[in-house]
């Protein structure tokens, strides 16, 4: 196990208020200097290239050794159906939460908005998006055209489908294969290293975001769509609290400690609108709290393009704005029909951009009333909605592995528990340094770890998933 050492840093060093700090003067210096503000854009821009140039590496060595020490093709694929089972069920409570809450709140009650003042051009490259969004293009989409092609274009679900059948197939090679998996484990720990040095920069990037998005769009647009704003955070919230909240709570842990467990890369989503900056973090510190490899390697990544909560919500509420905006009555067949061609047509956008608006533009023809010129209304306003959507969607991830891990029994409660509980200020700065590579890349065996000084005991863990302890 890694060392818990007293040795506490002083707070201005801690990145989390380093980020937090951040985020305050880059609003502050957007609000005095817009222009000023919306300069300081490449410094946000800069950080998320960082972190996404080293986003398909680590997900194939995680995914390769996790696979490889797991070595059966049915549990792979048991872990995929119940991940997918998962997201199915928590994207469809989103939209229905979404759904009923601007109905009972009427964000775009009174606003009277005429479609023919609209200039359709305003929308045309998300329309022109939603032409070409089809459920077969995008399952062909994930298998890459070539290897290189995978890591190049920087997709996860490719690469993650890679990952996989390389992972299988390095663990076909029994002892032969030991000498490969013990060079990409070790390259593994080289990757999370480097994302260790970068993250050091996650304040100037949360600073580069933040300004930009005060500086370029201004507070004014908040108060025209303030109502709009009000009841999507809220429903968020409610989302998190109520439904992951209860997730949480059926599978033996605090949400609130788990926040605090988070709550870096949670500013750090906050800071950049984008959920990708975080993910390499996240592989390691699930990892830390328990859970195995193998299920965070395919769940976490899979989540990123199946389970966006908070894109969820965003839709049906939208939706709701925009018949109210125009005064449309919906009947509720209408709006049933809608959440599911929102279901349906929401999987696996997680990578495209302007998801929100494509799947909008390509859903709303099909119910016929609501006129597609309306996302222009909601353009102004839909950067400061991007930082909700993207906390929302990231805390949903981080249940959602937690709650797949513990389901495949291949989580060791007692240490996660223990590390909720006590989180040192190493595994909050640099988890991808204090991660034990025997503790934390291999399994418990079924009888429960002891607790040694307030942290489970994994000196002698079994790699065998589907054993881990799940008090």
């Avoid at 872990?79 to 939460?97: D, E, H, P």
């Avoid at 002892?175 to 920069?201: A, V, W």
């Avoid at 303030?226 to 955070?233: D, N, P, Q, R």
């Avoid at 934390?440 to 065998?464: K, M, N, Q, W, Y």
Wanted: proline content about 5%.
């Amino acid at each position: 196990m890694a060392t818990r050492t007293e040795h506490h840093k002083p707070i201005y060093q801690q990145l989390y208020v380093q980020v937090l700090a951040a985020i305050v003067v880059g609003a502050v210096l957007g609000y005095v200097n817009p222009g000023l503000g919306a300069a300081m854009k490449p410094f946000g821009d800069a950080f998320i290239k960082l972190v996404r140039m080293m986003i398909t590496p680590i997900v194939f060595t995680a995914v390769v050794v996790g696979i490889a020490k797991m070595g059966d093709l049915k549990e792979v694929g048991r872990v995929g159906l119940k991940a997918l089972i998962y997201f199915q069920v928590l994207t469809g409570i989103a939209l229905a939460i979404g759904l009923v809450v601007g109905n009972l709140l009427k964000p775009g009650l009174g606003m009277n908005a005429d479609p023919n003042a609209i200039n359709p051009q305003s929308v045309a490259q998300f329309t022109s998006g939603a032409q070409h969004l089809d459920a077969i293009d995008f399952l062909l989409n994930i298998i890459p055209n070539t290897v290189v092609d995978a890591f190049a274009r920087g997709e996860i679900l490719p690469v993650l489908l890679f990952s996989i059948l390389f992972g299988l197939a390095l663990a076909r090679f029994g002892e032969k294969g030991r000498p490969l998996l013990e060079i990409i484990d070790q390259l593994s720990h080289t990757l999370f290293d480097i994302i260790g040095l970068i993250m050091k920069l996650a304040p100037i990037g949360a600073f580069g975001g933040m300004a930009y998005a005060i500086g370029q769009f201004g507070l004014g647009t908040l108060l025209s769509l303030g109502k709009l704003m009000l009841c999507f955070y809220l429903t968020s919230f409610l989302f998190i609290v109520a439904v992951l909240g209860v997730v949480a709570y059926l599978n033996g842990y605090s949400l609130w400690r788990l926040f605090k467990y988070v709550k870096e890369e949670f500013l750090i989503v906050l800071g950049t609108s984008s959920i990708e900056p975080v993910l390499p973090r996240m592989l390691v510190k699930l990892e830390n709290l328990g859970c195995a490899r193998p299920v965070v390697g395919m769940v976490l990544p899979a989540g990123y393009s199946f389970n966006l909560d908070g894109i969820m919500i965003y839709l049906t509420m939208s939706s709701v704005f925009l018949a109210q905006a125009f005064n449309i009555d919906l009947s509720l067949g209408q709006q049933l029909s809608l959440l599911a061609i929102l279901w349906l047509t929401s999987k696996g956008v997680g990578a495209v951009p302007g998801a929100g608006f494509v799947v909008l533009a390509a859903a709303l023809p099909s119910v016929g009333t609501i006129p597609v010129v309306g996302l222009a209304l909601l353009l102004g306003v839909d950067r400061f909605m991007s930082e909700c959507r993207a906390i929302t969607s990231f805390m949903g991830n981080v249940v959602a592995t937690i709650a797949i891990a513990r389901w495949e029994r291949a989580v060791d409660m007692p240490r996660l528990r223990a590390h909720l509980a006590g989180e040192t200020e190493e595994e909050a700065e640099e988890p991808e340094k204090v991660a034990d590579a025997e503790a934390v890349f291999a399994l418990r065996a079924s009888e429960p770890a002891p607790v040694v000084g307030g942290v489970a005991d994994a000196r002698e863990p079994e790699p065998a998933l589907g054993r881990a302890d799940a008090q």
